[in-house]
């Protein structure tokens, strides 16, 4: 996604992207297996914050999220050849609206579980049956001793477990709204975007290369597949995407608005 706009009429800045380097996924930097040999007595610190997102203004979005995330994010798609499903989290480029000073989510918004996962994080092997549980050890987020260890007795803590369950409810999720995602691009129902936004100051942005679904091509899908896609509950992800739509205006007012110290 990039913005272009400038206080007054119009103009622009340069596009810029919310990605990493493409080695390592979004926010992690150094991933290590977690195992005993080398974090026992290594512990999850108990306030972590969100600072690692601040500078991010769109994340992957399962499609198990969409009714919730539709609230408070818009839910687009990224597009190809790295077609994926977004929140939306800022209309300027890598400035999230959802992480105070403070490094605190904004109260009252929903989570993508993309950022709840941090730092913890999935490795699949080459040949994409294996699936290891890693941790970020650039994250800041371990400490020696503390009250959250990552192992007790040589054995995984009721904290790796629980990381353990969420990272495979992510994965299950993230499969099943990738097969979603290359549903819509085989269609032809994936569209290009944009919003235009338009601040009290007079300043104009324009938030380009997004993609969203369609609605008279997704109106014409035959039958047969509207009914395959409700057995498979994408339906209310569609539907949910189209009702994202209108949550940027709300970004547009977190944007206007000052800073939250």
């Not at 939306?88 to 709840?116: C, I, K, M, Q």
């Not at 099943?176 to 691009?185: D, G, I, K, Q, Y």
Request: hydrophobic share 40%; glycine share 8%; with cysteine.
């Amino acid at each position: 996604m990039a913005t272009t706009g400038k206080r007054g009429r119009n103009g622009g800045t340069e596009p810029a992207s919310a990605a990493t380097p493409p080695q390592l996924p979004l926010f992690y930097r150094e991933l290590t297996v977690v195992e005993p040999g080398r974090h026992a007595g290594k512990s999850l610190k108990t306030q972590i914050g969100y600072g690692f997102a601040r500078n991010t203004h769109a994340v992957l979005l399962n499609g198990a999220e969409f009714e919730t995330a539709a609230r408070h994010y818009p839910v687009v798609f990224a597009p190809a050849p790295q077609t994926a499903a977004l929140a939306v989290l800022g209309v300027r480029p890598n400035v999230n609206l959802f992480v105070d000073a403070r490094e605190h989510w904004r109260s009252g918004t929903y989570l993508p579980a993309y950022v709840r996962r941090y730092p913890f994080i999935f490795h699949e092997s080459a040949d994409h049956q294996q699936f290891t549980l890693c941790i970020d050890e650039a994250s800041g987020a371990l400490e020696d001793g503390g009250a959250r260890p990552l192992f007790v007795d040589g054995k995984p803590s009721e904290l790796t477990q629980n990381a353990l369950q969420f990272c495979t409810a992510f994965q299950r999720d993230h499969l099943s709204t990738r097969a979603f995602v290359t549903e819509l691009e085989e269609r032809g129902l994936l569209v290009p975007n944009e919003a235009a936004i338009t601040f009290a100051s007079g300043e104009k942005l324009t938030v380009t290369g997004f993609h969203i679904i369609d609605r008279d091509r997704f109106a014409a899908l035959p039958d047969s597949a509207i009914l395959e896609w409700r057995r498979k509950g994408w339906l209310a992800w569609v539907f949910a995407h189209f009702v994202s739509q209108g949550s940027w205006s709300l970004l547009a007012d977190l944007a206007g608005a000052p800073p939250v110290a």
